[in-house]
C-alpha cells in the first residue's frame, strides 16, 4: 500500500512537472510570436517611412526639376524678346520714401485679375502723385526713363522690375503672378516693352506729369515762380512756431487732409488747405501768433506754409508734412536756412 502510495505520487509529481513545461513551452512560443509580429511591424513601419522619404525626394527632385525647366523657359522667352533688361531693379525708391506715411505694406491676391492688379497700382500713383514713368525710373535705377520713356522701347519690363515697380509702393506681387500677368500683357512673353508696359497705365509716351487740377491762388504766385529768395527773421521765426503748432493739431491736420481731398489722390491745393482749416475752427495764423498779437497775415501765413511744398507746384501732399514732423526743429530750419541762405 505504501509503494503504491509513492508511485501515485511519483506520477503526479511526473505529468505536473510535465504539464508546467508545456505551459514554460507555450509561453516561449506566444513571446517568440509577439517578438517576431513586432519586428515585422517595426520592419514594415521602416520601409513605408523609407518609401515615403524616397516619394518625397522624387517629388522635390520633380519640382526642383519643373522650377528649373520653367525658368529656363522663362529666361529663353526673355531672350527670344530681343529686349534689353533692366540690371538691378529695386523697390526702395522715393516712391517708396513717400508711400510709407500714406501706406503699410501689403500684398496683392493672386487671385486678383489683371485689371485689377493694375487699378491697385494706378491708384496709389495718383496718390504720390507720380508718374508711371517716373516710377519705372525710380524702381530701374535710370533717371532719364522718367523725361524720355521713348528712348528705352528696346528695354523690357521682366518680373523682377514688375515686382520692385510695385514693392515702392508697398505692395506685395508674388514671383508666379507677375510673370502671369506679364505673360498675358504680351501674348505669351513674361516682358514687355517698356512704352507697352507705361500704356497699361494711361501713359502714352514722354515724360510729362500728372494734370493739376485746381488753380493756385494769386496769394501764392510769388511761392509758385520762385521769387521769395530768402526768409525775414519773423519768418523764421514764425516757421518756428508753425512746427510746435503742426505737432498740437497733428491729428485734426490729417483729418482737414481728408476732408480737403474726397477723391484720395493725397494732395490739396494749399489755398483749400487754409480755408478747410479755417472751416473746421482751426485758426491757423493764431497757431502761429504765439505772442497773440493778432498781426499774422493771411499772406504770411500762407508763405510760411509754401515752404512745405517741396515740388514748388502749390499743392500740398500729407507725405511733405509728415516728413517735416519726422525731423527736429533745428533740422527743419537747417534745411530751410541753408536752402534760402544760399
Same mark, same amino acid.
Given at each position: 500500500?505504501?509503494?503504491?502510495?509513492?508511485?501515485?505520487?511519483?506520477?503526479?509529481?511526473?505529468?505536473?512537472?510535465?504539464?508546467?513545461?508545456?505551459?514554460?513551452?507555450? %509561453?516561449?512560443?506566444?513571446?517568440?510570436?509577439?517578438?517576431?509580429?513586432?519586428?515585422?511591424?517595426?520592419?514594415?513601419?521602416?520601409?513605408?517611412? $523609407?518609401?515615403?522619404?524616397?516619394?518625397?525626394?522624387?517629388?522635390?527632385?520633380?519640382? /526642383?526639376?519643373?522650377?528649373?525647366?520653367?525658368?529656363?523657359?522663362?529666361?529663353?522667352?526673355?531672350?527670344?524678346?530681343? %529686349?534689353?533688361?533692366?540690371?538691378?531693379?529695386?523697390?526702395?525708391?522715393?516712391?517708396? +520714401?513717400?508711400? #510709407?506715411?500714406?501706406?503699410?505694406?501689403?500684398?496683392?491676391?493672386?487671385?486678383?485679375?489683371?485689371?485689377?492688379?493694375?487699378?491697385?497700382?494706378?491708384?496709389?500713383? *495718383?496718390?504720390?502723385?507720380?508718374?508711371?514713368?517716373?516710377?519705372?525710373?525710380? =524702381? =530701374?535705377?535710370?533717371?532719364?526713363?522718367?523725361?524720355?520713356?521713348?528712348?528705352?522701347? +528696346?528695354?523690357?519690363?521682366?518680373?523682377?522690375?514688375?515686382?520692385?515697380?510695385?514693392?515702392?509702393?508697398?505692395?506685395?506681387?508674388?514671383?508666379?503672378?507677375?510673370?502671369?500677368? %506679364?505673360? !498675358?500683357?504680351?501674348?505669351?512673353?513674361?516682358?514687355?516693352?517698356?512704352?507697352?508696359?507705361?500704356? %497699361?497705365?494711361?501713359? /502714352?509716351?514722354?515724360?510729362?506729369?500728372?494734370?493739376?487740377?485746381?488753380?493756385?491762388?494769386?496769394?501764392?504766385?510769388?511761392?509758385?515762380?520762385?521769387?521769395?529768395?530768402?526768409?525775414?527773421?519773423?519768418?523764421?521765426?514764425?516757421?518756428?512756431?508753425?512746427?510746435?503748432?503742426?505737432?498740437?493739431?497733428?491729428?485734426?491736420? *490729417?483729418?482737414?487732409?481728408?476732408? =480737403?481731398?474726397?477723391?484720395?489722390?493725397?494732395?490739396?491745393?494749399?489755398?483749400?488747405?487754409? *480755408?478747410?482749416?479755417?472751416?473746421?475752427?482751426?485758426?491757423?495764423?493764431?497757431?502761429? +501768433?504765439?505772442?497773440?498779437?493778432?498781426?499774422?497775415?493771411?499772406?504770411?501765413?500762407? !508763405?510760411?506754409?509754401?515752404?512745405?511744398?517741396?515740388? *514748388?507746384?502749390?499743392?500740398?501732399?500729407?507725405?511733405?508734412?509728415?516728413?517735416?514732423?519726422?525731423?527736429?526743429?533745428?533740422? #527743419?530750419?537747417?534745411?530751410?536756412?541753408?536752402?534760402? $541762405?544760399?
Amino acid at each position: 500500500m505504501q509503494r503504491n502510495a509513492m508511485m501515485q505520487q511519483q506520477q503526479g509529481a511526473y505529468l505536473a512537472a510535465q504539464q508546467q513545461a508545456a505551459r514554460e513551452e507555450e %509561453l516561449r512560443r506566444r513571446s517568440m510570436m509577439a517578438e517576431a509580429q513586432r519586428q515585422a511591424e517595426a520592419s514594415a513601419l521602416r520601409e513605408a517611412a $523609407e518609401r515615403a522619404q524616397a516619394a518625397q525626394e522624387a517629388m522635390a527632385a520633380e519640382l /526642383a526639376s519643373m522650377k528649373q525647366r520653367e525658368q529656363d523657359l522663362a529666361s529663353g522667352n526673355v531672350s527670344a524678346s530681343g %529686349l534689353r533688361q533692366f540690371s538691378s531693379p529695386t523697390s526702395k525708391t522715393d516712391v517708396f +520714401d513717400k508711400g #510709407v506715411y500714406a501706406w503699410t505694406a501689403s500684398s496683392l491676391d493672386d487671385s486678383l485679375s489683371d485689371a485689377a492688379i493694375i487699378d491697385a497700382l494706378k491708384k496709389r500713383l *495718383k496718390y504720390v502723385h507720380t508718374t508711371p514713368s517716373q516710377a519705372l525710373a525710380s =524702381c =530701374c535705377q535710370e533717371p532719364s526713363l522718367a523725361a524720355n520713356p521713348d528712348a528705352y522701347h +528696346d528695354y523690357g519690363v521682366d518680373q523682377s522690375v514688375l515686382i520692385a515697380f510695385a514693392g515702392q509702393l508697398l505692395y506685395n506681387l508674388s514671383e508666379g503672378r507677375a510673370a502671369q500677368l %506679364l505673360t !498675358n500683357i504680351s501674348g505669351g512673353l513674361p516682358i514687355v516693352p517698356v512704352p507697352m508696359f507705361l500704356s %497699361l497705365f494711361g501713359q /502714352a509716351g514722354g515724360g510729362g506729369g500728372m494734370a493739376q487740377l485746381v488753380k493756385i491762388n494769386p496769394v501764392l504766385e510769388r511761392h509758385k515762380r520762385g521769387e521769395v529768395e530768402r526768409l525775414s527773421d519773423r519768418e523764421r521765426k514764425l516757421l518756428t512756431s508753425l512746427r510746435e503748432f503742426l505737432f498740437e493739431q497733428h491729428s485734426r491736420m *490729417k483729418s482737414m487732409f481728408e476732408r =480737403c481731398d474726397p477723391d484720395g489722390s493725397g494732395y490739396v491745393s494749399i489755398e483749400e488747405f487754409l *480755408k478747410a482749416m479755417q472751416r473746421a475752427g482751426i485758426a491757423f495764423g493764431r497757431g502761429l +501768433d504765439r505772442q497773440r498779437d493778432d498781426t499774422i497775415s493771411t499772406d504770411e501765413a500762407a !508763405n510760411i506754409l509754401a515752404f512745405f511744398d517741396k515740388d *514748388k507746384d502749390g499743392y500740398l501732399q500729407y507725405h511733405e508734412f509728415m516728413t517735416m514732423l519726422q525731423h527736429t526743429k533745428n533740422s #527743419v530750419l537747417s534745411q530751410v536756412l541753408t536752402k534760402h $541762405e544760399a
